[in-house]
Nanobody, 127 residues
Framework: QVQLVESGGGQVQAGGSLRLSCAAS????????MGWFRQAPGKEHEFVAT????????YYADSVKGRFTISRANAKNTAYLQMNSLKPEDTAVYYC????????????????????WGQGTQVTVSS
């Protein structure tokens, strides 16, 4: 049974930082690309960042580029999202997701291409 468990969410003031973690089990972590998505109240799921199986390639939404950094530690079956210079508009539930990929340098920013999802962690940024 595949499980993705997010942690590290919380409340922070604008300009602050948070680091989200996503611990994976029940799958071969090095065989999946990882992604982070978010959903703010009343809005649809929004792509945030993705990283390839071998960490060689990353891709970010324009709204977070230069502020957020996605990374992964395959030996720990864990993906991370370092969020700096947080803004109130970053407030959302953040979800990690795993996408089975054949190629080690492939990734996806398409929500429907992801196979497994975590339950989400709340991030609240106050002004």
């Amino acid at each position: 049974q595949v499980q993705l468990v997010e942690s590290g969410g919380g409340q922070v003031q604008a300009g602050g930082s948070l680091r989200l973690s996503c611990a994976a089990s029940g799958l071969t972590f090095s065989n999946v690309a990882m992604g982070w998505f978010r959903q703010a109240p009343g809005k649809e799921h929004e792509f945030v960042a993705t990283i390839s199986r071998n960490s060689g390639r990353t891709y970010y939404a324009d709204s977070v580029k230069g502020r957020f950094t996605i990374s992964r530690a395959n030996a720990k079956n864990t993906a991370y999202l370092q969020m700096n210079s947080l803004k109130p508009e970053d407030t959302a539930v953040y979800y990690c997701a795993a996408d089975r990929q054949y190629y080690s340098d492939a990734y996806s920013y398409i929500r429907d291409e992801y196979d497994y999802w975590g339950q989400g962690t709340q991030v609240t940024v106050s002004s």
